[in-house]
């Protein structure tokens, strides 16, 4: 260490070394904490991010139904174009999968599971339809997923729905397994 560095740094640091060494014996340095020494000791305001949390929950609330809306009219557009055509189009359906990740990815975060659900299940759908020569993506179970995911952001279905929800997701669930798909993880 410099003269000028010994100079600056924290006593601490300086008598450690200083200090004689012995063969054979550990030495603990401390290093300095430079954050605190530029932060100080005022600590964190938990109140304060209490309410930066809340006010991100309620704004993100607000702003997941408009990028699911979004993000759904994007889906049915894609879909669309896949059904005019080609619906095993590779490139297609991965479009399809990037959207449905994006849903699902923040719908649990916004308070609507049943959006990342059905996204699941839809996501584990096309990936299976990608990675098996014989599966082909059939209309009626897209259909069935945008409808459902429609039917929960125009109700603003938040939770898991009730009794609805999960006859909803039961349903749906159903549908893939029949595929081939699997729902827990990739199929």
């Known amino acids: 260490m410099a003269e000028k560095d010994r100079a600056n740094a924290p006593a601490d640091t300086a008598a450690a070394d200083q200090s004689p060494r012995t063969p054979g014996k550990a030495q ?6 430079y954050l605190k020494m530029k932060v100080g000791s ?3 305001d938990k109140e304060a991010i209490k309410e930066a949390e809340i006010a991100v929950q309620v704004l993100g609330h607000k702003m997941y139904a ?5 993000d759904l009219d994007r889906m049915r557009e894609t879909f669309d174009r896949l059904k005019k055509t080609s619906l095993d189009d590779p490139s297609g359906i991965r479009t399809m999968l990037r959207i449905c990740w994006d849903m699902k990815g923040l719908g649990g975060t916004f308070g609507y599971p049943l959006v990342t659900t059905i996204t699941h299940y839809l996501s584990n759908y096309l990936e299976h339809c990608l990675e098996h020569a014989e599966a082909r993506v059939v209309p009626t179970i897209v259909t069935a997923h945008i409808d459902a995911l429609n ?3 125009t109700q603003k279905i938040s939770g898991d729905g009730g009794v609805i929800g999960r006859e909803l997701v ?4 159903k549908v893939v397994l ?4 699997r729902i827990g993880g990739r199929g």
Do not use: H, M, S
Request: hydrophobic share 45%; aromatic share 8%; charged share 10%.
């Open 28 to 33: 603990f340095v401390t290093p300095p904490n």
């Open 42 to 44: 005022g600590g964190i």
């Open 66 to 70: 408009q990028w699911a809306d979004t």
């Open 151 to 153: 039917v929960v952001l």
């Open 170 to 173: 039961a349903g749906l669930e």
């Open 178 to 181: 029949k595929t081939g798909a």
